[in-house]
């Protein structure tokens, strides 16, 4: 029902930023929570930040509080990750996804629809 195409992905140096950002199709953005979640080569894919269909609520992984930031414009249909003080371990491929009328999970299964990923990679 929504298409999802991240962007913004790419190489950093360690203690940089980088803002990702999710555009999504459809008319029904706005009755969606979003999640970002990533996959580091070898390893499973795992939670980031989520945020209400409203936008009034977010949650955060504990690696990224403080850091990062989940955002949306619904008027845009588009989500955003602004991502500070990057490190080694946040390189990974970097996807979004859709829940209809969430509250934010952090978990993947909640999610039906997702993007093809972005890749961010951070150099020391």
């Known amino acids: 029902q929504v298409q999802l195409v991240e962007s913004g992905g790419g190489l950093v140096q360690a203690g940089g930023s980088l803002r990702l950002s999710c555009a999504a199709s459809?008319?029904?953005?706005?009755?969606?929570?979003m999640g970002w979640f990533r996959q580091a080569p070898g390893k499973e894919r795992e939670f980031v930040a989520a945020i209400s269909y409203s936008g009034r609520t977010t949650r955060y992984a504990d690696s990224v509080k403080g850091r990062f930031t989940i955002s949306r414009d619904n008027a845009k249909n588009t989500l955003y990750l602004q991502m500070n003080s990057l490190n080694v371990d946040d390189t990974a491929v970097y996807y979004c996804?859709?829940?209809?009328?969430?509250?934010?999970?952090?978990?993947?299964?909640?999610?039906?629809?997702w993007g093809q990923g972005t890749q961010v990679t951070v150099s020391s």
């Open positions: 996804a859709a829940e209809p009328y969430g509250l934010g999970s952090e978990l993947k299964s909640s999610y039906g629809h």
């Open positions: 459809g008319r029904t953005f706005n009755m969606y929570a």
